[in-house]
């Protein structure tokens, strides 16, 4: 794509961050997806019941449309690999996807490195969203289908317009202010979930303190069949903006000189990114710090050109969530520890790692 003679990938890759270790983009999204495929598989063989490897792939392979193959599996094994295991790690997938290539859009659009759908939050505003309804008599159950995505959504986007208006001061945007705007804000939807949850009922109550914590447990096919299409509208979205990314890490005035209609812009990868932020949160509850840790991994490996990076962040995105989901269900059998505790443990000294470098400030 030209503006003006000039190629946005172009000005994007002159404008990028530094990949001190750079891998071909090709190579690196490769290798993504077959280390992606093996800790599926694995996750896939390992819970309460250990399934070897060649049996899952048969049993896999098996229920393929008209394809037939001898499995050797056990009716019991079989249910727990389709009905119970590979919806959860699907359900993994699509989150850790979403999560992360929001958090890649929010960090392109804001120009900022901390930004993410946890620290703006998206996910605060997406969750009080998901409470309300849960204490409402709409149509929906207790665990995210129905029109909870659409209320995620509304609270979501919702929020980070609410800190955008916030941070933007004088016509300039702070960064500073963006981040403790969402901090803010996160504080007080939280302090309202918390009053919800206070004031209900136990049978309202506990599914929101389960969905506060974040997790998989409650994954199924209809839950994953409903944020499938949401999610790939998002991405999509996203995917197209892809080259005025890049210009946006220009300021304002040298990206209008460009020709990218920069508000317009804005607009539609925010809202692409917070309906994919809050169709995670409506999936699996309140998850922090994947939209933070992977994007700033695959910049470091990629450099920073939308192009090469959107794909790279959605498999690397998709991997930290289904290896995390695996060691929440695994470390202390029979229990499982939530998936937001374990992504808040790694995204925490991460965060404060960031805010320690000379390259990062608020």
């Known amino acids: 794509m030209t503006i003006r003679g000039l190629r946005l990938g172009r000005v994007g890759e002159a404008h990028a961050t530094a990949a001190p270790w ?5 190579l690196g999204t490769a290798a993504l997806a077959v280390l992606l495929a093996l800790v599926t598989l694995l996750a896939l063989t390992q819970g309460s019941a250990d399934i070897p490897a060649g049996t899952v792939l048969r049993v896999l392979v098996d229920s393929l449309p008209w394809v ?64 309300i309804a849960v204490v409402s008599p709409l149509p929906v159950d207790a665990y995210g289908l ?21 941070a933007r001061s004088g016509g300039m945007l702070d960064g500073g ?22 004031n209900g009922s136990d049978t309202v109550s506990q599914p929101i303190l389960s969905f506060l914590f974040g997790g998989f447990n409650t994954s199924s ?3 994953v069949l409903v944020a499938t299409p949401y999610i790939l509208v998002g991405t999509l979205v996203i995917a197209l903006h892809a080259r005025a990314l890049n210009v946006l890490q ?22 692409a990114a917070s309906l994919v932020a809050a169709t995670a949160v409506a999936v699996a509850g309140v998850i922090g710090f994947v939209g933070l840790i992977v994007p ?5 490996l990629f450099g920073g050109d939308y192009r090469r990076t959107l794909a790279a962040s959605l498999l690397g995105g998709a991997l930290l969530m289904v290896s995390v ?38």
């Not at 969402?182 to 918390?194: C, Q, R």
């Open 146 to 166: 129905g029109w909870v995505p659409i209320l995620a959504f509304i609270g979501g986007l919702s929020t980070v317009l609410i800190v955008y208006a916030v």
């Open 177 to 198: 202010s963006l981040i403790l705007g969402g901090v803010a804000l996160s504080a007080v939807w939280a302090g309202a979930t918390s009053f919800l949850i206070i």
């Open 221 to 223: 096919w209809e839950k």
């Open 68 to 131: 037939e193959v001898e499995t050797s599996a056990s009716d019991s094994w079989e249910r727990i690999l389709l009905q119970i295991r590979l919806p959860r790690v699907l359900a993994a997938c699509l989150v850790g996807a979403a999560l992360s290539l929001s958090g890649s859009a929010y960090q392109g659009i804001f120009r900022n490195p901390l930004a993410e759908p946890y620290l703006l939050g998206v996910a605060a505003g997406a969750g009080l969203a998901v409470a």
């Open 22 to 26: 750079r891998v071909p983009a090709l």
């Open 250 to 271: 220009l300021d304002e005035e040298q990206a209008e000189h460009l020709g990218v209609d920069v508000s317009r812009t804005k607009l539609i990868v925010l809202a």
């Open 296 to 300: 700033h991994a695959i910049r470091m």
């Open 325 to 362: 989901d695996l060691l929440a269900r695994t470390i202390i059998q029979p229990q499982e520890v939530p998936v937001g505790v374990l992504t808040a443990m790694l995204g925490g000294p991460f965060f404060l790692l960031l805010l320690r470098s000379r390259k990062v400030s608020l």
